[in-house]
């Protein structure tokens, strides 16, 4: 249990290194049966790839991925997918600076405290190049979960906040500006703000917004494995991120029982929605919604001081192409991660009645 | 995996139904030679139990456990620890309210959809209850991490935020008075308002902060099992949880890289500690500190309009002995599922070196 | 994963020591609905239970089980089984020779030298008792299979073996003698040699076989988790067992692929059956069945040469209540090994297609 | 837990058809910090190859495998060790016997009943194919046990039979021969026996005894995950294994106890060894030693009367490079098993006491 796996039937393990030979993943457990679009995969991994947009790290990686087994004649099996995406820059860069020296707030002083050495390149194991392999699974997991639509946006790009409920939002608009904000008057404040924190060498942080629909009543584990409980470990999985909240939220503490409860309507379904779609760790019909929090990208270009792994003092430059704002290339691994938790659980949910 | 086992090597699966025999569980995989204090397990059952204080319910439980094995001689043997806790009030009651209808906000719905029936009685396995089972476990856990200290508190009840960081609080109050914060004068408001609330019959939300100090460096499995990511899961398991954020969390999505970065001394410690203690998912020796967000209790002791289960409307009335704010019986069980998720993986921490 | 717990979605964790408080287990994931026959369970529990008959240990034990919790109003509610059974005589014994020595063949030397120190009373968790816990879950497993039946038997006692296939058996006569062979007359020749043995003090080994009727094609999981392996590491859990074979077995290693190939008929079944009703780790519709092997129980009443802890040879003398042969008693615990079995991957099997 | 894994720290995740684009696998938890040998680990492939000796398969695979991650500057990183071997072959073939019948005694039938199609080239996923991918991560788990030797052999084939106990075997000699067996004459014996089968176009079984010495004391976990139950999962798991036993084995059952129990030195070290090394499931420091049954190959280059997808009769040719007997190329897949089993339970040994 070494922390590769991700799910119990529908089930991703992913390897691979930042500037390793290749990153990739086996997904097990996934249905037989299901006529895999593989274009679609490509463009949720076109989605998260570096160098889309003004605003993101310019980096190029053409991030194809290969498919080794598991499809046959266009269907999945019901063998594991494996798959590959070669990275294609692994051999040229100078990492001197990250080799002998810890970037503060990057995993490089933990890596090597805990396994007493390294793969200092990028990042290795510990860069986000390796959610890619997640976009990839996820993007099978969207296919097999049908009509449960899945639907990611950025809400907050340092404090330039969108205030609007996900109601109120055209999801079409998403992917219509590089900031993947489906509000355009916000996404272009918040473009001309990440091109501003840029030019400073700087980064900032944000949140990310998902809302899940058409989602069957039954969906999660009592008591452990919370529907929310998984869907919020998922989440905090992802490289930078730092807070999780569905529903009502951190606000809702502040609401009496009287007025956050949902009240039923005769079908089941409920006037409010400060559950967020959630029961006692079971999905109930309505939409589920949550926000995850980013934080600010640790690699600033900027000088600064820090440790080498003797604990002598070193100054030392951030360099390199990366993302001032890592929110608009996240929101298809957001998205990839909460369609694993669901087709896990809707696998799971086949298993609970005679 | 039907969801009622928590953790890989230091592994606790729960049983039981609120009003059923008993409620107990396993825990498996605890090392053996831990000499156990019987004593300090049973006053963190009684810091949850019911009936402690007038601001939580006054229902009876004497919530004593009963231990049937996995100890000789005052130690753990390294064999599974079986234990129950009967119930002792699971005939007399009246739950014809909650029998033919739906509570809004309560888990009644789903389990009866996804289960095609339900065990009533005082809302059955997604009662709060189960949570007394995880006390006893992260009690034995807390023996086992021996140095490492866990200290949760109550930091806000409805608008009543306590505005003090962790470094400000002497963490020897938190037991001081019945709210379980440990800023004296803040408790006092808090008391206050919870009592007002429960004379309303309504009920308040809360948050509870947590920080565990010293952690060794290297505590946490890339790239899916990240320390934060387990001890999210962990706390958005527990009842009525709607969020997770450590370290700098959501206020941390404002900052910029620069701001943020957590520079490093000469000995690995860091300058300031945005990131919350842990780097990449891993521990790096510094504090760790999150935050939890708790809904108000569904229960209200009010009149209310619902549906039964062929979706007729009715009204009804909440009745029986529930938490106005759960938020101070709660803080031992989040220091429970700590416990639990740390001593899992300092377990795990030792598999990975030659 | 300490290894108290078996199966992955019907999934049973067990606790107790032999004379510890109470031994029992959780069966968490069984499906939501079975009508539950509690005097079926109390069945199998008597076919395991010491003193049922004069070719078995003479210990009393009641071994009446309690359950706890996931049954209500007569039926399984998918919530976790909780179950005990209380162990009546754990406090008199004189355990001196188990404390200070350490039993040839027996778990003493491993335990100590593993753990540090052991529950030595009674053989502690060593001790087969413990399979009273797996006999509950497994006719709960019998229950949920409904048509598919399992019928174990004993086909060998020292050199006496069974020479008839087991087409050729009347599986009703199997409870009608104490050694649960179906065959009068070499059930008759058993018992007598059983007596025999156990006049001198000694014990014997033997073989149970298992048949398993009514499987549904389609059950197993390739690679790992092929049907006939989970069977076999089912069986080998079993204390004493020594070996498994399925099939054409190791008798099929002499025949050549022209005559073990299993020919098809029409409707998909074979005209005859060495692959033993599974192919590829994935039942065939056919009949399943397997030998499990016993060695001789450890526990001779005679006097014996041994070590103590420090290494100083000792001699002891066997004593106690114990079984001359192992078979009788544990046919129903390979039942319930094999239910267990079957009930998991009859779950899984539902996950597989789209 | 579609089974495609195997292992709970040391853990194997293997994908890939026969003649898809690639096979291979993800080893996670292989402790950081192993000096690997992967010359050594093609040796293992080589053994396992089509193509090596005139008494195996004529299929030519060159089976190189390419590592993706998890290795850095020639050590592991604790990192998960990804690695593919692209099959060469995967185009060419005509398919038509196998793709429109079912071949008597192979998975085709029950994978078509199972999954709904089935991937027919080769036997798709369960082909023996896999185990190269088992083979590498095998090789990589003997590096890491170090001094713990692991050594299989063939010791019969069809009714040849080495009647020799491994204490008379030099292990040095295994490689000597193309059949895998340490003894020279029998060797030869087999070797002129699979020929004489070979010509007569069918197939013969065979036995794999495999011996592991200088284990430590204490690997294995009661109760269910006994260190011979997973032994025994392993190699049941192995494509054609039809039974395992270990120590005394089937044979043991004829024993008294008085005779069967091994009596200690006042080492902890015992006078005789039907045990196998084992107690309790638990490694007592003497020799692990098991026998695994493997039934003839199903394919037989003969005329042969079988049955289509809609149940018609319909006489085929078995055709294409088979293996006349599958024991000497499974030797190295029954190490790279047992490696693995033995690497779990060495790493899970560490997490046992306080």
Request: a neutral charge.
């Given at each position: 249990?070494?922390?590769?796996?991700?799910?119990?039937?529908?089930?991703l393990?992913?390897?691979?290194?930042?500037?390793?030979v290749?990153?990739?993943?086996?997904?097990?457990?996934?249905?037989?049966?299901?006529?895999?679009?593989?274009?679609?995969?490509?463009?949720?991994?076109n989605?998260?790839?570096?160098?889309?947009?003004?605003?993101?790290?310019?980096?190029?990686?053409?991030?194809?991925?290969?498919?080794y087994?598991?499809?046959?004649e266009?269907?999945?099996?019901?063998?594991?997918?494996?798959?590959?995406?070669?990275?294609?820059?692994?051999?040229?860069?100078?990492?001197?600076?990250?080799?002998?020296?810890?970037?503060?707030?990057?995993?490089d002083?933990?890596?090597?405290?805990?396994?007493?050495?390294?793969?200092?390149?990028?990042?290795?194991?510990?860069?986000?190049?390796?959610?890619?392999?997640?976009?990839?699974?996820?993007?099978?997991?969207?296919?097999?979960?049908?009509?449960?639509?899945?639907?990611a946006?950025?809400?907050?790009?340092?404090?330039?906040?969108?205030?609007?409920?996900?109601?109120?939002?055209?999801?079409?608009?998403?992917?219509?500006?590089?900031?993947?904000?489906?509000?355009?008057?916000?996404?272009?404040?918040?473009?001309?703000?990440?091109?501003?924190?840029?030019?400073?060498?700087?980064?900032?942080?944000?949140?990310?917004?998902?809302?899940?629909?058409?989602?069957?009543?039954?969906?999660?584990?009592?008591?452990?494995?919370?529907?929310?409980a998984?869907?919020?470990?998922?989440?905090?999985?992802?490289?930078?991120?730092?807070?999780?909240?569905?529903g009502?939220?951190?606000?809702g503490?502040k609401?009496?029982?009287?007025?956050h409860?949902?009240?039923?309507?005769?079908?089941?379904?409920?006037?409010?929605?400060?559950?967020?779609?959630?029961?006692?760790?079971?999905?109930?019909?309505?939409?589920?919604?949550?926000?995850?929090a980013?934080k600010?990208?640790?690699?600033?270009?900027?000088?600064?001081?820090?440790?080498?792994?003797?604990?002598?003092?070193?100054?030392?430059?951030?360099?390199?192409?990366?993302?001032?704002?890592?929110?608009?290339?996240?929101?298809?691994?957001?998205?990839?991660?909460?369609?694993?938790?669901?087709a896990?659980?809707?696998?799971?949910?086949?298993?609970?009645?005679?």
């Amino acid at each position: 249990m070494a922390g590769n796996t991700f799910g119990t039937l529908f089930k991703l393990t992913t390897f691979g290194e930042s500037h390793g030979v290749a990153i990739g993943g086996v997904l097990d457990g996934c249905p037989a049966g299901i006529e895999l679009d593989l274009e679609a995969i490509q463009v949720d991994l076109n989605r998260r790839k570096p160098g889309q947009s003004a605003i993101v790290t310019q980096r190029k990686e053409p991030d194809t991925v290969e498919f080794y087994s598991g499809l046959f004649e266009g269907k999945t099996t019901g063998t594991p997918i494996g798959f590959a995406i070669h990275n294609t820059n692994q051999k040229s860069k100078d990492y001197s600076h990250i080799k002998d020296s810890y970037r503060p707030s990057h995993a490089d002083y933990v890596y090597d405290q805990k396994y007493g050495f390294r793969d200092y390149r990028g990042g290795g194991r510990s860069s986000a190049r390796e959610t890619a392999s997640r976009v990839v699974a996820g993007a099978i997991a969207k296919q097999f979960l049908g009509d449960m639509k899945i639907h990611a946006y950025v809400s907050q790009v340092g404090e330039l906040k969108l205030d609007k409920s996900y109601q109120e939002l055209d999801f079409n608009l998403i992917e219509s500006n590089p900031v993947r904000c489906p509000d355009q008057e916000t996404a272009a404040r918040m473009e001309d703000y990440i091109k501003q924190i840029k030019k400073q060498g700087d980064t900032i942080g944000g949140v990310i917004s998902c809302v899940i629909q058409n989602v069957p009543v039954g969906l999660g584990e009592p008591v452990f494995d919370k529907l929310h409980a998984d869907l919020g470990k998922a989440m905090l999985s992802i490289n930078a991120v730092k807070g999780f909240e569905y529903g009502s939220g951190f606000e809702g503490v502040k609401m009496k029982g009287s007025e956050h409860n949902d009240q039923f309507n005769t079908d089941g379904s409920t006037k409010t929605n400060y559950s967020g779609g959630i029961q006692g760790g079971i999905s109930n019909g309505m939409d589920i919604y949550f926000n995850i929090a980013f934080k600010p990208v640790a690699t600033v270009i900027q000088a600064y001081e820090t440790i080498d792994k003797e604990g002598n003092k070193v100054t030392t430059q951030g360099k390199g192409r990366h993302d001032p704002c890592v929110v608009p290339r996240a929101v298809p691994i957001v998205e990839a991660m909460a369609a694993l938790v669901m087709a896990d659980f809707s696998l799971l949910n086949r298993t609970i009645k005679l």
